[in-house]
């Protein structure tokens, strides 16, 4: 007997997923290709979906409102997922909430189909025993359809440069004064020059002393003129 046929070279069979969350039961549905079957289920996640920032959080709701439609290759899933998320917003960092509408068509081949047989394993799903699971096809949509930057709002003003205040909150009247650094140098000129006027101003202003000794002078001799006349 060759060691590729020994007990560890056989496909491992997947275990078969329990009906119940996100994996659906299709054996009522049948393979007789056209039979449909219309399912509605609220489903809580027990882990968080979507991107860093925004997502479907732990314990969120899930509404699903879908169509399972039985066609020659395996079973066509349709329809819309519901479910709330969680964010920060990328300007103003300040969290929010809002509400995700996927639109979803997926098919999920039979074992035995050619579409199963002649596809690569992560380019279609594939159903396990009549059971199909949502959940990578979910994660999949939550992923395409949020964004990587998030707001709270499409016009969100973000946070003020200097100071770091929300502008939302900071009234349209909020600036700083800023410098251009290309002119710093010519600030700190005027700046020094002004200085020095103003002391050359408030020296003019002080009376020399040689001209009051001179005037002085003057007013004796005149005072002198008056009396001898």
Same mark, same amino acid.
């Given at each position: 007997?060759?060691?590729? #046929?020994?007990?560890? #070279?056989?496909?491992?069979?997947?275990?078969?997923?329990?009906?119940?969350?996100?994996?659906?039961?299709?054996?009522?549905?049948?393979?007789?290709?056209?039979? $449909?079957?219309?399912?509605?289920? &609220?489903?809580? /996640?027990?882990?968080?979906?979507?991107?860093? $920032?925004?997502?479907?959080?732990?314990? =969120?709701?899930?509404?699903? @409102?879908?169509?399972?439609?039985?066609?020659?290759?395996? %079973?066509?899933? /349709?329809?819309?997922?519901?479910?709330?998320?969680?964010?920060?917003?990328?300007?103003?960092?300040?969290?929010?909430?809002?509400?995700?509408?996927?639109?979803?068509?997926?098919?999920?081949?039979?074992?035995?189909?050619?579409?199963?047989?002649?596809?690569?394993? @992560?380019?279609?799903?594939?159903?396990?025993?009549? $059971?199909?699971?949502?959940?990578?096809?979910?994660?999949?949509?939550?992923?395409?359809?949020?964004?990587?930057?998030?707001?709270?709002?499409?016009?969100? !003003?973000?946070?003020?440069?200097?100071?770091?205040?929300?502008?939302?909150?900071?009234?349209?009247?909020?600036?700083?004064?800023?410098?251009?650094?290309?002119?710093?140098?010519?600030?700190?000129?005027?700046?020094? #020059? &002004?200085?020095?006027? /103003? =002391? #050359?101003?408030?020296? +003019?202003? %002080?009376? +020399?002393?040689?001209? @009051?000794?001179?005037? =002085? !002078?003057?007013?004796?001799?005149?005072?002198?003129?008056?009396?001898?006349?």
């Amino acid at each position: 007997m060759s060691a590729d #046929s020994g007990p560890e #070279s056989r496909p491992r069979r997947q275990q078969t997923p329990k009906d119940g969350g996100f994996v659906l039961d299709t054996r009522s549905l049948g393979r007789k290709p056209g039979s $449909m079957k219309q399912l509605h289920r &609220t489903v809580t /996640t027990e882990e968080r979906i979507g991107l860093e $920032m925004v997502g479907i959080p732990v314990g =969120a709701q899930v509404e699903l @409102d879908l169509t399972l439609q039985s066609v020659s290759e395996g %079973v066509l899933v /349709t329809g819309t997922v519901d479910a709330p998320i969680e964010g920060e917003c990328s300007r103003c960092l300040e969290p929010f909430t809002d509400e995700i509408q996927l639109q979803l068509t997926e098919l999920f081949a039979y074992p035995d189909s050619a579409t199963e047989q002649t596809t690569e394993e @992560d380019e279609i799903h594939r159903l396990i025993d009549d $059971m199909l699971d949502l959940e990578p096809v979910i994660i999949d949509a939550v992923g395409l359809e949020l964004p990587l930057q998030p707001l709270c709002e499409p016009d969100c !003003a973000g946070l003020c440069p200097e100071c770091g205040v929300r502008m939302a909150i900071a009234g349209s009247e909020h600036g700083h004064e800023i410098l251009d650094p290309r002119w710093a140098g010519l600030a700190k000129f005027n700046a020094e #020059s &002004t200085d020095t006027d /103003t =002391a #050359s101003f408030e020296a +003019d202003t %002080v009376s +020399d002393p040689s001209t @009051d000794s001179t005037l =002085a !002078a003057h007013n004796g001799a005149v005072s002198k003129k008056t009396e001898e006349s």
